[in-house]
């Protein structure tokens, strides 16, 4: 049995990847991949206390997150392009219009 | 046990859900099938509102302890109700104005009030998570619904991820307060006030706050606001700030209550001042009236704030009638901008909406300038609108609270904020149009003008009558 410090110190470091590459990187998708590496190492949070705590709820509310992350990817996807339509980049930096 | 007779106790919600499917099929299978949407969405929400009025006074925990109605529930739902009936009305001629006059905008749009629903009946952080990605995913769409104007798409794409990312915290914190507690269930985690000191706990809980700080548009986290509301559809954007907004502080205001963290009061305090000098300040130098609009719905967060951080008995009756005020008077400015926005002729950009424009209004279009005044003078917090009332009720409560300092400050603060209200007041009546706007057609549509009728109403009666609202709403605290 691994202790549970294991698990949680991994997902708190996938996390805070998945904090800084949205914080750092310029291109909106590779932003929106970090977001689901978040989602994802909240994921293994929540798996390894359910198996810490014998308690099932953890486990189903990582099937939930999935699913919301996947309707989440559907819309993302979809704004994403509709932007590429009218502007031709993706890049961030660029989407600037809205400012004061 | 789930009983079968528990979904006649949420009938608001299953109303909702099956006329948002509905919708859907409706847009498929009938031909010329705006009118018939718009009648029919009109009438679910009519529905809902009635349904929900046989909750009060009934306290319920229902669906194996996910679901508790309490009469606070009730009136934010109902609160919310009102704001999506008047959106409703107005954004017929709107959405045909912009030519996206499309069966799934409603949809969308009923969706989004069943999240919030779900977030507000909530007993269980799961149905929270649940409810507040529904509502945010449709806030997404919506926000993104002029898909031919870069500034639409670039509103959705900044909403999109920045909300996203605020929902990774919110979720961490929800993992963190799931792993020190054992249990995702409200009730069973009020009812173990020991864990309230331990610091994972304090994390997890943070973290779940600062996302729906995020979400209310509070001091640090309100930077998406401005551009969110500037590119939205303008009825999108007055949707967003009153009806998702409201949702946010019904989730969240009875968590506070219940966990009763006095000693965070400080950090909510500061939240609230620099929430409300950050709006009122930079709303003095606007030239775009959304953006205007905007920053004075961050200022309006910041007068909620106050009244959260009053945390008593006083707070929660406060916030419920400021958020039904502010529920009349932002959505009826802003949908007094988009009857004033011009027809989409191809063009790119949102015609209309710089104060220039509003310069000598009140001899082009007496009504509608007429109707901006009212709601302007509510905002400003000027007797006898429903406004003032709500600041009153909100200060009055932090002052129950020996937080005099706080309603000091905030009250000099909201008096910044009546600068900017009267600057637009004094360019529609006391300015001259610039020439190239005199004899410019005025489009008067019906609806539209029904809708801001009803707002004017609202904003009014429980101006001249506050204890209307409380008499409709007998409080219990949760």
Known sequence: MIDINYYLITSALLFSIGVAGVLIRRNAIIIFMCIELMLNAINLTFVAFSSYLGNINGQIFVFIVMTVAAAEAAVGLAIVIALFRNKEYVNIDEINILKW | MI??????????????????TIILMLEVFIKKSETVIFGFSLASVTAAIVTSFLYLNREMILFNKYLK??????????????????????????I??????????????????????????????LVIFIGLELMSICFYVLAGFLRLRQKSNESALKY?????????????????????????????????????????????????????????????????????????????????????????????LPIILSLNILNFRIIFSIAAVATMMYGNVIALAQTNIKRLLAYSSIASAGYIFVGIAAMNEFALQGIAYYLIAYTFMQLGAFIVVSLLEKKDDGSREYKNVDLDYYKGLGKRNPVI??????????????????GF??????????????????????????????????????????????????????????????????????????????????????????
């Open chain 2, 369 to 386: 300038a007429l109707f901006m005044t009212l709601f302007l003078f509510s905002l400003a917090g000027i007797p006898p609108f429903a």
């Open chain 2, 96 to 125: 045909e104005k912009e030519k996206i006059n499309f069966g799934e905008y409603y949809s969308l749009l009923l969706f989004s009030v069943m999240g919030m629903f779900l977030m507000i009946y909530a007993n269980d952080i």
């Open chain 2, 389 to 478: 009332w709500g600041k009153y009720y909100l200060f009055y409560a932090a002052i129950q609270s020996n937080l005099i300092w706080l309603s000091v400050v905030g009250i000099m603060l909201s008096l910044v904020g009546v600068y900017y209200y009267l600057k637009i007041i004094v360019y529609m009546w006391f300015t001259d149009s610039d020439e190239y706007l005199i004899g410019e057609e005025v489009s008067n549509s019906g609806l539209g003008i029904t809708a801001t009728g009803l707002a004017v109403l609202g904003t009014i009666v429980f101006g001249v009558d506050p204890n209307i609202f409380f008499r409709i709403f007998k409080f219990i605290i949760v």
């Open chain 2, 3 to 20: 009983q079968s007779k528990e979904i006649l106790e949420i009938l608001p919600l299953v109303i909702l859900a099956f006329s948002a």
């Open chain 2, 160 to 252: 999109f991820l920045l909300g996203a990312f605020m929902t990774g915290f919110i979720l961490y914190g929800i993992a963190l307060i799931y792993g020190i507690t054992g249990t995702t269930n409200l009730s069973l985690i009020y009812a173990n006030p020991k864990i309230f000191t331990n610091y994972v706990f304090i994390i997890g809980t943070g973290l779940f706050f600062i996302g729906f700080m995020f979400k209310i548009g509070v001091f640090p986290f309100q930077m998406w606001i401005p551009d969110v509301y500037e590119g939205a559809p303008t009825i999108v954007s007055g949707m967003l700030s009153t009806a998702g907004k409201i949702a946010a502080v019904g989730t969240i």
């Open chain 2, 69 to 94: 109605i309490t009469n606070s529930a009730v009136a934010f739902s109902v609160i919310i109700l009102a704001g999506i009936l008047i959106t409703i009305i107005a954004s017929k001629n709107y």
